[in-house]
């Protein structure tokens, strides 16, 4: 199994930007797919970016240039660096691991984390 633990929510102004971070501990190797999505209540979840093993990374249309994503394999940590916030990226984040396919299209995961909240007014 994996556990995965964001961090780094809160709430923000619109154009701000936020770093949030997914400690990743358990069974980490081997994992080929890492990624962020989010839910605002009420709503679908959608997918926000993804990153393969090779670093290959995938954003979802609303997010790309804003929002990068990226690891740290030594630190198990994963990254979403947003920034230009605007308030319909208020939302429930969510880590996850191991989706296909690994980019913002993929509807669900195999390990999810318990989410961090994003406020931006």
């Known amino acids: 199994d994996v556990q995965l633990v964001e961090s780094g929510g809160g709430s923000v102004q619109v154009g701000g930007s936020l770093r949030l971070s997914c400690v990743a501990s358990g069974d980490t190797i081997g994992r080929y797919c890492m990624g962020w999505f989010r839910q605002i209540p009420d709503r679908e979840r959608e997918g926000v970016a993804g990153?393969?093993?090779?670093?290959?990374?995938s954003y979802a249309d609303s997010v790309k240039g804003r929002f990068t994503i990226s690891q740290d394999s030594a630190k198990s940590t994963l990254y979403l660096q947003s920034s230009s916030l605007k308030p319909e990226d208020t939302a429930m984040y969510y880590c996850?691991?191991?989706?296909?396919?690994?980019?913002?299209?993929?509807?669900?995961?195999?390990?999810w984390g318990q989410g961090t909240q994003v406020t931006v007014s």
């Open positions: 990153i393969e093993s090779d670093g290959s990374t």
């Open positions: 996850a691991t191991d989706f296909k396919p690994c980019d913002a299209t993929a509807s669900d995961a195999d390990y």
